[in-house]
């Protein structure tokens, strides 16, 4: 198995990201953000900027960069900065200062004056509960529906006829993706042609999005991301400093560099919406459910721009139960854009869903794996569809084998002066698709390329596209060249949903099939070496009764250069056939200390069912990383937003992220079940199902430690003290 | 004003701004972009080189204190041959993004060249969301044990 492919540029700092891109003449630009979080600008009064030492630009609403709609079909449209004096949110965009040097530019944006007529402003989810909107549709379903038994009137009497109920609330806290790029551009317009280096999830919606903005044709942007450093769903919008450095750089006709810095992240892109999530469980004695309700409710900004979907992420589909209801609300606040974040509705509903099933376990005296054993599902409730290919049993099983969990005790056990206990959780995250097109081209030289414009944002897309072109053409992968993060190539990828492997991997098997049908028809055609014969393919060759020749020798006397197909991809009629999704079971070892209260992750095991993985290593990587964002979001993270809307933690000092010393050994297991019901490959996606559950698992495991339940993340010292 | 910086065996004269830190001239003036600016605030450890032979965060640094020579990612590979800390982040798949990896390398060739005790604790100032820390340390002992066996 081959290492990531990149991986020697980027351990070499050779790996050029968007802003390690400098040009002769290019200028600096910093973005100006509001301090209030609502009313509307009265006046900017640049005066003072304009006249410092280097600035040659001064750009706010009332002297904008002009900017139109810009919009992809796949996520709709996104906001662009500067046309509007409307501030719904502290810390929104509301400037742009270019100068010759970034230093120049940073102290002028400093002298920018702003006068606002401010209104009250509304920060608190918690308060704003009583004023909730309905949710619009999620996932292709009503925000609020349910799904009842023959002879049941009502989700109240089945709970009513429930043997035990458990019913309680969970939160989850506002986060911000925090990928370790900072969002940023640098923009070069040249002979009518804006090109882009900014890190992105797909290198095609990013330059559809700039060529609305900026009213060009689509072929007139030029979106340039072969390394992205990091994105997790941050970066599936085009971002503030991009649209700003390519406006300007079109006015000044100077290539233009601007980035946010990091504390501009927290606010100028758009984060995880915080959560409250009512879960009631009714049961049998036995375990079975009778009934599950779960509500929930999001912050949300203004524009009411994304609604975290905990409950149609995780209870809508995870379990047999007889009875099911489920609601979506949403509250608009005067915070930052809310937006995918890695397992976007899964992550948060899922510790709200697991803690809750832990609970009625402990409620029935049942051990936490035999609840969900007895309440699998083979599809989802009221749907008739069954699941493609689930093994969450045996992933229980492994799991239980190897985290020792015939171990664990009722009560935890103590080593020391701590307090040790063990949790679980399920984990599932939907198996998507996206439209994706890839081209394969067989070149005279025996190499081929594999191509699409996408993005590889960490995840390994590259080295798929390699392992993937190498076995759809039957060479080794050191004859594949493959290319990824370029508007130009052909258009698709978005490194999205976890779907990036399945859906470019598809598009390469169907582009390679043709260019290998397009390379035998070529060499049995009239004067071709085959001519007259049908010719097979095998080995990276063609073979004929006349004997066997590599695609090289056959394109060279053919006279060509090359050869190309293009294949494309997307979800089609398995979705009438199945339901699908990956599945996992996560295990977390914690101790508590029993005087200090401090709580640590001590061992990890996750084990998943996520079809074919198509790179072991890569894969263990990301599962890993993900079960660490897990940890995170139980432990260490989650913004606090005062009263006047400022975010009182909106930096890496303050916003806590595991670093190296909160992490133990993370063991990562696959049970391997191709699923080529949902596309040929075999692979479901991995990139987010990591991270669902694990927060539930480390909180089960911290109940079982010390017997406090804690039903909010993060959990702090402060939740854990007698 | 104007200043000489030693980078990577190198002498170059630059005339800066005071206030211009060692990252930015390093990034911004001599196209040296291995080392990252994550924050800018010393929160995350991806502009890490070194000074001196000693791990600095670059983005702290104003260029004109520093009189010592400077090392960054980019010294460290002879040609094509990788130092046995980038391989051993090739070999334990150490990285994802790669945005944060020329810093924690920094710190990790320190690592072992200090040969410290806690590897996990001293590698904490290098923040990595990707979260491929498991791997860090591994690559870390990886070239501790190479070392022990020599």
Redesign the interface.
Same mark, same amino acid.
């Given at each position: 198995m081959p290492g990531r492919l990149d991986a020697p540029l980027k351990v070499t700092g050779r790996a050029k990201y968007g802003v390690d891109n400098n040009f002769p003449g290019m200028v600096y630009g910093y973005v100006v953000l509001s301090t209030i979080a609502n009313g509307e600008i009265e006046a900017i009064d640049g005066a003072a900027a304009k006249s410092a030492a280097g600035v040659i630009g001064v750009y706010s609403p009332f002297d904008p960069l002009v900017l139109g709609k810009a919009s992809t079909p796949l996520l709709g449209e996104t906001w662009v900065p500067l046309q509007s004096k409307e501030v719904t949110y502290y810390g929104q965009p509301i400037g742009f200062v270019v100068a010759e040097t970034f230093e120049q530019a940073r102290d002028a944006a400093s002298l920018v004056q702003v006068t606002y007529q401010q209104r009250p402003a509304r920060t608190s989810l918690a308060d704003g509960l009583a004023e909730a909107e309905d949710a619009p549709a999620s996932r292709g379903e009503d925000p609020a529906l349910s799904i009842l038994a023959e002879d049941v009137e009502s989700i109240e009497d089945a709970f009513a006829a429930s043997p035990v109920v458990v019913d309680q609330t969970y939160t989850t806290a506002t986060q911000n993706h925090t990928a370790m790029e900072p969002h940023s551009a640098v923009a070069v317009w040249e002979s009518g042609v804006m090109t882009i280096y900014s890190g992105n999830q797909g290198a095609y919606f990013q330059a559809m999005e700039l060529a609305g903005a900026l009213g060009l044709e689509q072929d007139a942007v030029h979106a340039v991301n072969p390394f992205v450093g990091g994105a997790f769903g941050g970066k599936g919008r085009t971002s503030t400093p991009a649209f700003l450095a390519a406006a300007a750089a079109r006015a000044l006709g100077r290539p233009v560099k601007a980035s946010l810095t990091r504390e501009q992240v927290f606010t100028a892109t758009a984060g995880r919406a915080a959560t409250v999530q009512r879960i009631a469980l009714g049961a049998h004695r036995d375990g079975r459910l009778v009934a599950l309700r779960h509500d929930s409710w999001c912050s949300t900004d203004m524009a009411r721009s994304f609604v975290e979907p905990t409950s149609h992420g995780t209870s809508r589909e995870w379990y047999a139960t007889e009875n099911l209801a489920i609601s979506q609300k949403m509250v608009p606040l005067n915070i930052p854009p809310t937006t995918f974040m890695r397992a976007p509705g899964e992550a948060s509903g899922s510790f709200a869903l697991e803690s809750a099933m832990d609970e009625l376990a402990v409620a029935l005296d049942l051990d936490p794996i035999e609840l969900r054993l007895r309440n699998n599902s083979i599809a989802p409730p009221g749907k008739d569809l069954q699941w493609s290919s689930k093994h969450l049993d045996e992933c229980f099983r492994i799991g239980a084998d190897r985290f020792g969990w015939a171990n664990r005790a009722k009560h935890g056990h103590t080593d020391g002066d701590w307090l040790v206990g063990m949790g679980m959780a399920t984990a599932m995250f939907p198996a998507l698709r996206f439209p994706a097109t890839v081209e394969v081209t067989l070149r005279a030289d025996e190499t081929a390329e594999v191509a699409t414009a996408g993005a590889d944002p960490g995840t390994g897309l590259l080295t798929v596209l390699s392992l993937v072109g190498a076995e759809s053409l039957d060479i080794p992968g050191e004859r594949i060249t493959p290319k990824l993060g370029d508007s130009a190539l052909p258009p698709g990828g978005m490194s999205g949903g976890s779907t990036a492997t399945a859906s470019a991997g598809t598009a390469i098997m169907i582009a390679a099939a043709k260019v290998i049908d397009d390379l035998l028809a070529a060499a049995s055609a009239p004067g071709a070496p085959f001519e007259g014969e049908e010719p097979t393919y095998a080995d990276g060759r063609v073979h004929g009764n006349r004997g066997t020749m590599t695609f090289g020798e056959v394109l060279r006397a053919l006279g060509r250069e090359s050869l190309a197909a293009k294949g494309s991809s997307a979800p089609g009629e398995e979705l009438t056939k199945h339901s699908f999704s990956s599945f996992g079971a996560q295990f977390a070892e914690v101790r508590v200390h029993r005087l200090t209260r401090e709580a640590r992750v001590s061992r990890m095991l996750g084990v998943f069912d996520a079809g074919r993985i198509i790179n072991d290593q890569a894969a263990r990587s990301q599962i890993k990383g993900g079960m660490i964002w897990g940890v995170s979001a139980a432990l260490h993270e989650g913004l606090e937003i005062e009263a006047n809307g400022r975010l009182a933690n909106g930096d890496l000092a303050g916003y806590l992220i595991p670093v190296n010393a909160d992490i133990p050994d993370v063991e990562v297991h696959f049970v391997e079940y191709p699923d080529t019901l949902h596309n040929a490959v075999g692979a479901r996606g991995l990139g987010e199902i990591s991270t669902v559950g694990m927060a539930a698992a480390v909180a089960n495991a911290i109940h079982n430690a010390t017997g406090i339940r804690v039903r909010d993340i993060p959990i702090t010292i402060e939740s854990l003290l007698d | 004003m104007d200043i000489a910086l030693e980078v990577n065996g190198r002498t170059e004269e630059l005339s800066i701004?005071p206030?211009?830190t060692l990252l930015?001239a390093l990034? =911004?003036r001599l196209?040296i972009?291995?080392?990252?600016?994550?924050?800018?605030?010393g929160?995350?450890g @991806?502009c890490t080189v070194h000074v001196g032979g000693r791990p600095v965060l670059s983005c702290l640094t104003l260029a004109a204190t520093v009189t010592k020579p400077v090392a960054?990612? =980019?010294s460290? @590979?002879d040609g094509e041959e990788?130092h046995p800390v %980038? %391989?051993a982040?090739?070999?334990q798949?150490a990285?994802?993004?790669?945005?944060?990896?020329?810093g924690q390398?920094m710190s990790a060739v320190a690592a072992v060249e200090q040969d410290v005790e806690?590897?996990? =604790?001293f590698?904490?100032?290098?923040?990595?969301?990707?979260? @491929?820390?498991?791997?860090?340390?591994a690559a870390v002992e990886q070239v501790r044990q190479a070392n022990a066996t020599v």
């Open positions: - | 701004d206030g211009v930015d990034r =911004e196209d972009t291995g080392p990252k600016k994550g924050c800018d605030r929160q995350c @991806a960054t990612i =980019e460290l @590979a990788l %980038q %391989q982040f090739v070999d798949d990285l994802q993004c790669g945005f944060c990896t020329s390398i806690d590897v996990r =604790e590698m904490s100032g290098n923040l990595c969301r990707c979260s @491929a820390y498991p791997n860090i340390v």
